[in-house]
């Protein structure tokens, strides 16, 4: 079943952006959410290619709708939960309570600045 | 375990459509290509994405299309890293 992400050759998203952006981060959060992934696939939480599944099955209205850095951070919300690190609850309580659990809110109260 | 696939050997992508994650992307399934050069051997994906440890340990080949094998157009050739399990040989 082809997901969202899988869209090499399917028409209609116009040309390829191919402008030089140098920037890795255009807000603090967003290095925040790099930098918390990469500690939490490097102490062994969850593998990158369980990172990979879990940005792709974004439901795909959201996926479309959402910042690249928004995907990372549904996918490690999801995966946080899924791992047992957290509880939906518990996330969204923190959250404030715009984010949602597995699969909602496709960037949360975690919009850029 | 030997490798498979040798650099210039021909190749067709299987033509898998799975639930899960996979590397294989779907504009490139079913296509014949050539194989470039082994890349070395690392967890096959689409199993360590399902969160299991019992992924198989597998070759990696860099693999590559004719554009218009992909696309039905195009001159230019593309490039694929795809696992020994995405690949069969196709008969010369």
């Not at chain 1, 500690?39 to 062994?44: K, M, T, W």
């Not at chain 2, 799975?18 to 399934?29: E, I, K, S, V």
């Not at chain 2, 070759?59 to 694929?80: D, I």
């Amino acid at each position: 079943m082809a997901r969202i992400n899988d869209v090499g050759g399917m028409t209609g998203f116009g040309p390829i952006d191919t402008t030089d952006d140098t920037e890795p981060f255009h807000a603090d959060w967003e290095a925040r959410v790099f930098a918390l992934n990469s500690a939490l696939v490097r102490e062994g939480v969850y593998n990158l290619d369980e990172f990979r599944d879990a940005v792709e099955t974004m439901p795909p209205a959201q996926y479309l709708a959402a910042s690249y850095y928004e995907r990372w951070f549904h996918a490690i919300r999801v995966l946080l939960v899924r791992k047992g690190v957290v509880t939906a609850a518990e996330l969204e309580a923190r959250l404030g309570g715009g984010g949602g659990g597995d699969g909602g809110g496709g960037g949360g109260g975690e919009s850029d600045g | 375990m030997a490798d498979r696939f040798a650099a210039g050997a021909r190749v067709r992508t299987v033509h898998h459509d799975p639930t899960h994650h996979t590397r294989l992307p779907r504009y490139a399934r079913g296509k014949r290509g050539v194989v470039i050069e082994p890349e070395g051997r690392h967890p096959l994906a689409d199993v360590s994405a399902q969160g299991r440890g019992d992924a198989p340990v597998e070759q990696v080949y860099a693999v590559r299309f004719a554009a218009r094998e992909l696309w039905g157009e195009g001159e230019h050739g593309v490039v694929l890293d795809l696992w020994e399990s995405h690949l069969e040989p196709e008969g010369d």
